[in-house]
């Protein structure tokens, strides 16, 4: 199957994913790349597995929401739902902010409404170019006012000399 979702939270206890920028590029829906059909998996809802996980200070920026959701649908959101807030979230197509991308299928406005994602925004993170992998947060960022780092930009994705990377790093 060609679908794919990050990140993915197995059931567990004290997961978190923190100040990270998760990037749907225009080219997510084409059969050559991976279609990152649902950003966030975790424990399923007929699973007797115990899930607590927190979702904080990240960027989601989207090139393109088609055929995605921010959820999988068999996944637990409700009572118990993991603790999401001071995120960024943005859409190069203005619509996407009333979309049902959520959890319930819920809009961004509804999400929020309903105590989730507290402290979170719909806006422009100004980025420097994500499209050209540029990720380097513009001076007058929202991303800064909600407690998310610039992350260091020259030592992550595939190195060259992984040796020299952990050796330098040590």
Request: proline fraction near 5%; hydrophobic fraction near 30%; aromatic fraction near 14%.
């Amino acid at each position: 199957r060609d679908w794919f979702y990050c990140p993915i939270h197995h059931c567990g206890v004290d997961n978190v994913l923190q100040n990270n920028i998760v990037h749907r590029t225009a080219a997510a829906t084409t059969a050559s790349t991976h279609n990152m059909e649902y950003i966030w998996s975790g424990c399923a809802k007929n699973s007797d597995n115990f899930q607590n996980y927190s979702n904080f200070n990240n960027i989601y920026f989207l090139e393109n929401s088609t055929g995605m959701t921010f959820y999988r649908g068999n996944d637990l959101y409700g009572q118990n739902s993991p603790d999401f807030h001071q995120n960024l979230y943005w859409s190069l197509d203005p619509e996407d902010i009333k979309n049902p991308l959520f959890p319930s299928h819920l809009s961004f406005g509804e999400w929020t409404a309903n105590g989730n994602d507290a402290h979170s925004e719909w806006s422009d993170p100004q980025l420097e170019d994500p499209s050209s992998g540029l990720y380097t947060l513009g001076p007058e960022s929202p991303a800064f006012k909600l407690g998310i780092s610039q992350i260091r930009l020259d030592n992550f994705g595939i190195q060259e000399d992984i040796k020299l990377f952990y050796k330098q790093n040590r």
